[in-house]
């Protein structure tokens, strides 16, 4: 059985997320992984929506230019709660703060998506929004969340594969994944436009 040029390129996942990592590994491919050190400060004025789309490319671009003949997952997530950017809070105090904002409320987790092959002139993204309900939190059960899950590294606070489940009313997606930072439905499809073989 021949194999193309396209389908035997090497995958590489540009994140130093572990959720990321874990996600991946569930397709079954090989795959190696590198930090993209792109600076993540939104731009004056920048959406949700846009900071995760630009960033997700400036992630697969950046690591494309070092592995040029590679196919490169770049992706990058937002929660936007009414059109204002929260990212990771990374420190105690900041997610208590971004969790009693979100108590009660609606916020979608932009997840964007993009690959990048430099060789092949290949370049695509897609954006997965997760619409998220909030219940209202009292203070006591957003301390015991963040003393258990410590999600310092996750969007908005919100780890939902582990406790933070409890703390939601409502998860709306078309992408299950999406919301713990990969949407695999979308990279499958990117992937497979890009060239590589699913299992």
Do not use: W
């Not at 789309?53 to 494309?64: F, M, Q, S, Y």
């Not at 301390?143 to 939601?168: F, H, M, N, T, V």
């Amino acid at each position: 059985m021949s194999t193309s040029p396209s389908s035997s390129r090497a995958l590489v996942l540009g994140s130093t997320s572990r959720y990321r990592s874990e996600l991946l590994q569930r397709l079954g491919l090989p795959f190696d992984v590198l930090g993209p050190g792109v600076d993540e400060t939104p731009l004056a004025g920048e959406t949700p929506e846009a900071l995760a789309r630009r960033l997700a490319l400036a992630k697969a671009r950046a690591v494309a230019r070092q592995r040029p003949a590679a196919v490169v997952i770049g992706s990058d997530q937002v929660a936007d709660l009414n059109g204002e950017p929260l990212g990771k809070p990374g420190t105690h105090e900041r997610a208590v703060e971004q969790l009693r904002r979100m108590r009660g409320q609606t916020v979608v987790f932009q997840t964007a998506l993009s690959v990048v092959c430099h060789e092949s002139g290949f370049e695509a993204s897609e954006l997965a929004p997760v619409r998220v309900r909030f219940r209202d939190l009292d203070d006591a059960e957003i301390e015991r969340y963040l003393r258990a899950e410590q999600p310092y590294d996750c969007a908005g606070s919100a780890k939902s594969e582990g406790l933070g489940i409890a703390l939601l009313e409502r998860i709306d997606s078309d992408d299950p994944t999406a919301l713990i930072g990969l949407p695999l439905i979308r990279t499958c499809r990117l992937l497979r436009a890009a060239g590589l073989r699913l299992p």
